[in-house]
C-alpha cells in the first residue's frame, strides 16, 4: 500500500524561510512531486525529484532521500502569496500511479 | 485558451439526478485523470484514460461512470448520487504517465449533493 504523511498545518513570517517535510512509504518508487494548491484553486507543478539530493528553483527548492523515505520542500524569503496547501505526491513503478499526501496548509503571517 | 478547463465551476444536485462534469485539455497531453479531493482528505485517483483507453478505475462505484471521447476531453458522469460524494472533482491531464510527467490540473468542479 501508499502511505504518504506531511504535517496538516504550518505557520511563517513573510521574509522567512519554512521547510514543509513529506515521508512517504510507497510499493516501489519512480519519482517523488511537490504542488501548490491556492484555496479554490487548481493545484500547480512545483518540483519532481527522482535521485537524492537538492534540486533548486529560485526561491523553492525540494529534497529527496530514498533510502529514508522522505522529502522536503523549501521556501525563502516568504510572501504573503505563499500562503498556500502544498501536497506531496509519490508516483510508484507498477503502473505509475500517483499518490497523494493529505497536503500542508501554510499561513504565512507579515 | 490554454490548459485544462473544467464545466460546470460548481454544481448542486439531488440524489436521484442526471449530471455530467466535463473536462477540455488543450495541452497535447495523451493522458487523462479524475480525481476527487474531500475536505481533509488527500487527493484520491478515481481513473486514469491513457490514449482514450481506461487503464486505471480505482474501485470506484459505480454512480461515477467516466467517458473519454478523444485525448483531448474527459467527461464523468453522474447519477443517483450520495451526499458524502459532496467534493471537489479535479481534472488532471499529462503527457504519457511517464515517470517525470507531472500532472496538470483544471480549476475543479465543486459538487454538492442534496
Known amino acids: 500500500g501508499q502511505n504518504i504523511d506531511q504535517p496538516t498545518e504550518m505557520t511563517a513570517t513573510e521574509g522567512a524561510i519554512v521547510q514543509i517535510n513529506c515521508t512517504y512509504q510507497t510499493s516501489g518508487f519512480n519519482g517523488l512531486f511537490w504542488y501548490q494548491q491556492h484555496a479554490g484553486e487548481a493545484p500547480t507543478f512545483l518540483s519532481y525529484n527522482v535521485l537524492d539530493g537538492l534540486e533548486e528553483k529560485g526561491r523553492f527548492s525540494s529534497f529527496l532521500s530514498r533510502s529514508k523515505g522522505y522529502s522536503y520542500l523549501l521556501l525563502k524569503e516568504l510572501q504573503m502569496k505563499d500562503s498556500a496547501s502544498y501536497l506531496c505526491?509519490?508516483?510508484?513503478?507498477?503502473?505509475?500511479?500517483?499518490?497523494f499526501g493529505g497536503g500542508t496548509r501554510l499561513m504565512v503571517k507579515p | 485558451e490554454t490548459g485544462v478547463t473544467q464545466t460546470p465551476r460548481h454544481l448542486v444536485m439531488g440524489m436521484t439526478n442526471k449530471k455530467s462534469l466535463k473536462c477540455e485539455q488543450h495541452l497535447g497531453h495523451n493522458a487523462m485523470y479524475w480525481y476527487k479531493q474531500s475536505a481533509k482528505k488527500p487527493l484520491e485517483l478515481m481513473f486514469v484514460y491513457s490514449l482514450e483507453e481506461r487503464v486505471e478505475n480505482n474501485s470506484v462505484p459505480s454512480r461515477f461512470s467516466p467517458e473519454c471521447p478523444n485525448s483531448s476531453h474527459l467527461f464523468l458522469h453522474l447519477h443517483t448520487l450520495q451526499p458524502e460524494d459532496s467534493a471537489l472533482y479535479l481534472c488532471?491531464?499529462?503527457?504519457?504517465?511517464?515517470?517525470?510527467?507531472?500532472?496538470?490540473f483544471g480549476n475543479g468542479t465543486r459538487l454538492t449533493v442534496t
Open positions: 488532471a491531464s499529462s503527457q504519457d504517465r511517464g515517470y517525470n510527467s507531472p500532472l496538470h
Open positions: 505526491a509519490v508516483r510508484d513503478n507498477a503502473g505509475n500511479m500517483l499518490t
